[in-house]
């Protein structure tokens, strides 16, 4: 097929991989010099980016609104579930805290992954632009290493392309994800032992039978599908707020938005990039260590290689349980150039984050989403978060796949044997309990 849509840039040495063609002969790897981080060039005047993102009256109905920003050369091929064009919601309730807590007038806002209709979660985008692009180019086996999340959206969206995926997941993955992925008729391999050991014996199983692996947090399906939530912000709200708050596990999220940033260089519609704050689960947190350990010694030579290895961490949230972070180096440049921070969020206080975001505007997230909002809170109380600062916290999935958290979740419950013990009640009696929960958190 002739592709003059787009091409893949090696970022090392500047080779141009025409297409996905040739990117997948080479295994994912420029066929110059092996490096696996490529950006994806097109060849159409990005001011008609400009145009997609104001188009006035037509509304998306998914991410392929931005079609000609994506790499993928025929329409007939796309794979969709409506993913991509979540609301960005105006969550007053914190804003009011902050204001009342810490006297700062903050706007806070709330992208809705919860929402994406193919599994509820920020990885709907990226498995609908790899089923697409791995069926334009004729592939019929993938397999994947996944903590859990990435696995059921791959798994979901290759079965609607006709495509069988191998999904390697380690030991403590949730009952309810592996659930779903063998509900799809894919295939899933539980390996002995952590994230690093699945990923191990998933790159075995692509070697053996030469069977293309998804790519991890730079492969360029994910970051090409993920940068499109920047264009949906400044759609939804004109601009792009100043900071990024999201749960870490690889970092894909903000590899995206700086994709995003290259492709919308220079047609003035946004200037720097957000400061992130990314926050990790205490239970696994070898980038946030990382990066204490590098700021407390000023940044010294080679600190971005200096970062623990957690083996078989244990967390109460597998699906950010990525003990050895390969992608430190590249997340924490990031994050250092945006005048960021990493943290960690206890992960004993999640539930108390999810009643309390539940009792006031009725959205019920996932774990890994309640790191995010918990991130939020400690941000406010640590000073990260500023006077006059748009933030945008990045909910990250529903609670769809952890009936174990929803179960935990549980406060009201009262068993009688009559009429004479049931008292009438008022639900805004219980709001004093779940904020004071949340202050005493941090005290
Ligand atoms: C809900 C949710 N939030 C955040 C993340 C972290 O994503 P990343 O670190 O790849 O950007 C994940 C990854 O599994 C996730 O499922
Ligand atoms: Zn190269």
Redesign the pocket.
Known sequence: MNNNKFHLHCTQCGYDVADFKEWFEYMQKCPKCGCAVVDVQYSKDYSALKDMIFSNGSEPKNLWHYFDFLPLNNRENIISRGEGVIPLEQWGFLEKYAKEKFGLSIKVHAYRNDLNPGTG???DVAASVASSVLKENGVKEFCIAS?G??ANAYSHYLADAGISIAVFVPNDVLKANEAEVNSYGQKLFKVKGDYAAAKHVAAEYSKKYSILMSGG?VDPMRVEAKKTMVFEWLRQIGEVPNVYV????????PIAIEKAYKDLKGLDLVDEMPRFIMVQPSGCAPMTHGWEKAKEDKFPEGWLFDYPIYENPITKVP??ATGKPGTYPIIADLVKRSKGEIIEFNEEYLVDIARAVAFENTVRM?P??AVAVGGFFKSLNEGIIKEGDNVLVNV??GVRRAPDFVEEMMYTTESVDSIEECERFDRSKYREGLWNRIDKMFS
Not at 246 to 253: E, F, I, K, N, V
Request: hydrophobic residues 30%.
């Open positions: 979660t920020f990885k903590t999340n990435i947090n999201q749960a870490l596990s690889g970092g894909t999220g699906t950010l996932g890994a989403a990250g999935e």
